[in-house]
């Protein structure tokens, strides 16, 4: 198997983190996959906008059907019957957080690079902005790497650009890498699945919309200073 060193594998799922995570890849790599899943989520969109993003920024993507996790647990993104939790409960996670998600998005994604002969793993996790899912902290990514490395005797590195980034940070990091308005304009956040700006009420469309207003006031600073 050839060596595939400055190659990463980039988990795109067509949303704000995701899409901006894949430009920092290939910022930073030669050679650069995507790989997304369906796994149930009621928005079989999310899916079809990943493509999109995908072939425009030419980088080549994957989907593979993972349905199982819905018939195994209960969640507001996968059970249309449930009301989603517009707030983190005091003492859980909100009814949006996929129990085992992350584990299997990347134990899927250590496969397909291992396939490929690549090392590098970037996921846009951040604890930053964190709604309490266990499976985003960092100490769970250093763990899953570490497992991975054991599972398959090789030596992955997972990048998780965005751990330490607010969702202001994120916005900023957008500017950065030069893909702002493909990110404000292409991508999906919102849980109720509509693009760019969103239904403007869920949780994902208000961490959104406040980071970006935030990041528009230090904009602005700046070029007044
Ligand atoms: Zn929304």
């Not at 266990?134 to 769970?140: E, K």
């Amino acid at each position: 198997m050839a060596d595939n060193k400055e190659s990463a594998v980039v988990l795109l799922s067509g949303g704000q983190d995701s899409t901006t995570c894949l430009y920092w890849a290939k910022k930073h790599f030669d050679k650069v996959y995507a790989i997304g899943f369906r796994y149930g989520q009621k928005h079989q969109i999310e899916t079809e906008i990943a493509t999109q993003i995908a072939k425009e920024a030419n980088v080549p993507f994957v989907v593979h059907d993972i349905d199982t996790i819905k018939k195994l647990t209960h969640n507001s993104l996968t059970d249309s019957s449930m009301v989603m939790d517009q707030e983190k409960p005091a003492n859980s996670v909100p009814n949006t957080f996929v129990l085992g998600r992350n584990m299997i998005f990347i134990t899927y994604a250590a496969v397909y690079a291992y396939g490929l002969g690549v090392h590098n793993i970037v996921t846009g996790v951040s604890q930053a902005d964190y709604s309490g899912y266990p499976d985003c902290r960092n100490t769970f990514i250093k763990s899953v790497n570490a497992s991975i490395n054991l599972a398959m005797d090789y030596e992955f590195e997972i990048h998780t650009p965005l751990m330490w980034r607010d969702k202001e940070e994120v916005w900023g990091l957008a500017y950065e890498l030069g893909m702002f308005d493909i990110v404000k304009n292409k991508t999906l956040t919102c849980y109720n699945s509509i693009v760019a700006e969103g239904c403007g009420h869920c949780p994902a469309c208000k961490l959104r919309a406040n980071g970006l207003k935030k990041f528009m006031e230090s904009l602005e600073k700046e070029g007044k200073k």
